[in-house]
């Protein structure tokens, strides 16, 4: 409960989302950096140290960028900010097609001859599928 509490707080959802932009665009910023050096690279732990901080670095803040020009506009134009969470579910239940059975109306397991046309390959499918 505490660990669901903790992670699911309101203030790890930028950081989250800016960690996603991170994960897309740090082969970029690795490829630039490795690429535009001329001389051969002389493996030490200062240089570890520093080619780490400038990658996180340049990743995190390109990141960033990208997060508040390009990912968070177009999240405001495709998201109606004026509709009420009430109409923000995916697919209203009362407008569920008579097609979809709930879970207590299933069967155990469903017939070929019942099973909606679009879904069967007769010469590809057992006489009945489980549901479980």
């Known amino acids: 409960a505490y660990v669901n509490a903790f992670l699911s ?12 932009v991170a994960y897309l665009v740090h082969p970029g910023v690795l490829l630039t950096y490795f690429c535009s050096t001329s001389r051969m690279v002389e493996y030490s732990d200062g240089w570890y140290a520093s080619s780490y901080t400038f990658t996180c670095v340049w990743t ?11 990912e ?51 010469d590809q499918m057992p006489a009945a599928w489980p549901l479980d």
Request: glycine fraction near 2%.
């Open 72 to 122: 968070q506009p177009l999240a405001n134009l495709l998201m109606p900010a004026a509709a009420p969470d009430d109409q923000m579910s995916a697919w209203p239940l009362d407008k569920m097609p008579a097609a979809w059975p709930l879970d207590d109306q299933m069967p155990a397991a469903w017939p070929l001859d019942q099973m909606p046309a679009a879904w069967r390959h007769d």
């Open 9 to 20: 707080w309101t203030a790890w959802q930028p950081a989250g989302k800016v960690s996603y």
């Open 60 to 70: 995190f803040g390109v990141a960033l960028l990208f997060y508040l020009f390009v």
